[in-house]
């Protein structure tokens, strides 16, 4: 069973970036579809982007342009760069990664984005 943990976390002000990690601790880690959900207060999980094991990209309207889901095989990690961050990103953003019919969810990272 593979194991997540996100980190890259935090507070920042309206405009500026973060990047959030998630490291997979698995060896096959390039077969899997990898994304990012977030669940804000109050609100249903949300997906985010999704990187698959060929390198496709998708992404939730509301964050096209201004963030990038990228996943390094060697390091078994994948990343989300988000940019230009509004105070509607804050929430707990939660890797999640799919083999088959297998999904895996890690403890999330919180992102707050406030003045």
């Known amino acids: 069973q593979v194991q997540l943990v996100e980190s890259g976390g935090g507070l920042v002000q309206p405009g500026g970036s973060l990047r959030l990690s998630c490291v997979a601790s698995?060896?096959?880690?390039?077969?899997?579809?990898m994304r990012w959900y977030r669940q804000a207060p109050g609100k249903e999980r949300e997906l985010v982007a999704t990187i698959t094991s060929g390198y496709s990209t998708d992404y939730k309207d509301s964050v096209k342009g201004r963030f990038t889901i990228s996943r390094d095989n060697a390091k078994n990690t994948v990343f989300l760069q988000m940019n230009s961050l509004k105070p509607e990103d804050t929430a707990v953003y939660y890797c999640?990664?799919?083999?088959?019919?297998?999904?895996?969810w890690g403890q999330g990272t919180q992102v707050t984005v406030s003045s």
């Open positions: 999640n990664a799919q083999r088959g019919v297998y999904l895996t």
């Open positions: 698995t060896t096959v880690f390039s077969i899997y579809a």
